[in-house]
């Protein structure tokens, strides 16, 4: 014998319906609960590897970073109003030519792309690559690195002048990521 799970009162075993309250004896709460505790414990152990929130994400400018096992590093900063005629910041701006090196010292191939890297300036305001280039820079643009491959190029954005609160952001996946895997501040 067991007791309704509503009126307490004593019914047999097998009762699908209480014969006092008339209340069906259902166990899907029970189970209802051991699906979530099933989902937790496996997304526990699944999610158990490394995790980008764990990851350090604030790094200065001469910082090596190493992400899923390929190294990230600024080699040269440069601030220019220009080279020529036709590659000239605007009034009161100034490029800001970064060159980033990336190298996959993992064991398989990996994917870059300069659109990963934004620019924050001393306002908070982030933004894209700029899309000029000048003639004597080798642009860092997308492709992939075999294992033990090396890419390294330079990245522009347009900035204020004299703007001291710059910071290089990188995104594993810009599209699909709201949050940033990890930036330099700029000295």
Request: hydrophobic fraction near 35%; glycine fraction near 8%.
């Amino acid at each position: 014998m067991k007791k309704c799970k509503y009126c307490q009162t004593e019914i047999d075993n097998k009762a699908k319906v209480c014969p006092n309250c008339k209340k069906k004896q259902s166990h899907l709460v029970r189970w209802v609960i051991l699906g979530v505790l099933a989902v937790i414990i496996i997304g526990a152990i699944i999610g158990g590897g490394s995790n980008k929130d764990d990851f350090q994400k604030e790094y200065k400018q001469s910082d090596v970073v190493t992400y899923k096992d390929v190294k990230y590093s600024i080699t040269k900063i440069e601030k220019t109003k220009g080279t020529n005629e036709y590659f000239q910041a605007k009034d009161g701006y100034e490029y800001v030519k970064v060159t980033i090196k990336i190298e996959n010292n993992s064991d398989k191939k990996v994917s870059y792309n300069a659109l990963d890297f934004q620019m924050v300036n001393g306002d908070g305001v982030e933004a894209s690559v700029y899309s000029i280039t000048a003639e004597d820079d080798i642009e860092l643009n997308s492709g992939e690195l075999d294992a033990g491959g090396k890419v390294e190029g330079v990245i522009i954005w347009e900035q204020k002048q004299n703007d001291m609160g710059l910071k290089v952001r990188y995104y594993e996946n810009v599209l699909f990521d709201d949050d940033y895997t990890f930036q330099w501040t700029l000295d």
